[in-house]
């Protein structure tokens, strides 16, 4: 990819003005792949790997419906089994759902009716980087942990999440 890009910027004759020129040279650095972007890659892809399936596995142990992750820092969840709680509590669609989440996580839960679902749809696309940790120090100790699940606020955010949607499950 570097040099590929380096090929196309030449053959166009492409100058960056000042102010581009830094962040276009950290992005060349990247596109490099050297080590230490490498071990940042991978130790990333564990840690989101574990607290990814972590997560799945205290939702679904709740009910939620869920494809275990794969890939990436998301869960796509569905409660469409958890209707009847559902709808007990005000909630009967997605735009509710989203709502909810979002006031009762303190972040954004997009609704799944944001990617093509059906509005009366019980689903919602769940971020696992708040996972990790609530900021850079913490995020950073999490990828550099041998077990990240041992971390103390990883350990606190699933079972604060839990906690959240064993509300929305209870009758």
Known sequence: MHAGLLAALN???GELPAPVAPVAAVVLHALREP????ARTA???????????AAYDRLT???VLSRPPRAGHHLY???SELRGPLTRRG???AVDLERHL???LGRPVPGGHRFGDAPDDLRARLSTLPLLGADDRQRLATLAARDPLEQPHVRAALTFLES???ELSAD
Not at 35 to 38: C, D, E, H, N, T
Not at 43 to 53: K, M
């Open 11 to 13: 053959a166009v004759r």
């Open 35 to 38: 080590a230490p972007v490498r």
């Open 77 to 79: 969840v569905d409660l």
């Open 91 to 93: 909630i009967t669609d």
């Open 102 to 104: 979002t006031w009762r």
């Open 61 to 63: 142990d709740l009910g």
């Open 43 to 53: 130790a990333a892809a564990r840690a989101y790997g574990a607290v990814g399936g």
């Open 164 to 166: 959240a949607f064993g």
